[in-house]
């Protein structure tokens, strides 16, 4: 079992930039695929970024390629997302998620472990 607590949302200026962070509980947070994911009012859960459990492969939804940099620190349970240059369209409210895959899936269907969320706003 794999509990995950976001943090770090709020309301930003376009252009300003935003770190989240996602603490995980237990011994295994090591050997799970990490995702952030995010979903607008009235549209779907969509995949913004994954991180293998070495943190040595990363993978980026195009509309964030660029902007937004995932990582992790297993040392400390803890997945992290640098937000840069960000845009009104940004704004959703963004969950972090575990998988025990050894691959990096886009689809919220394959992750097992969800946390509770964080809102991001991004004024104009």
């Known amino acids: 079992q794999v509990q995950l607590v976001e943090s770090g949302g709020g309301l930003v200026q376009a252009g300003g930039s935003l770190r989240l962070s996602c603490a995980a509980s237990?011994?295994?947070?090591?050997?799970?695929?990490m995702g952030w994911f995010r979903q607008a009012p009235g549209k779907e859960r969509e995949f913004v970024a994954g991180?293998?459990?070495?943190?040595?492969?990363?993978y980026y939804a195009d509309s964030v390629k660029g902007r937004f940099t995932i990582s992790r620190d297993n040392a400390k349970n803890t997945v992290y997302m640098q937000m840069n240059s960000l845009k009104p369209e940004d704004t959703a409210e963004y969950y972090c998620a575990a998988d025990r895959a050894g691959w990096i899936p886009t689809s919220p269907v394959s992750y097992d472990y969800w946390g509770q969320g964080t809102q991001v706003t991004v004024s104009s």
């Open positions: 237990g011994r295994t947070f090591s050997t799970f695929t």
């Open positions: 991180i293998n459990w070495s943190g040595g492969r990363t």
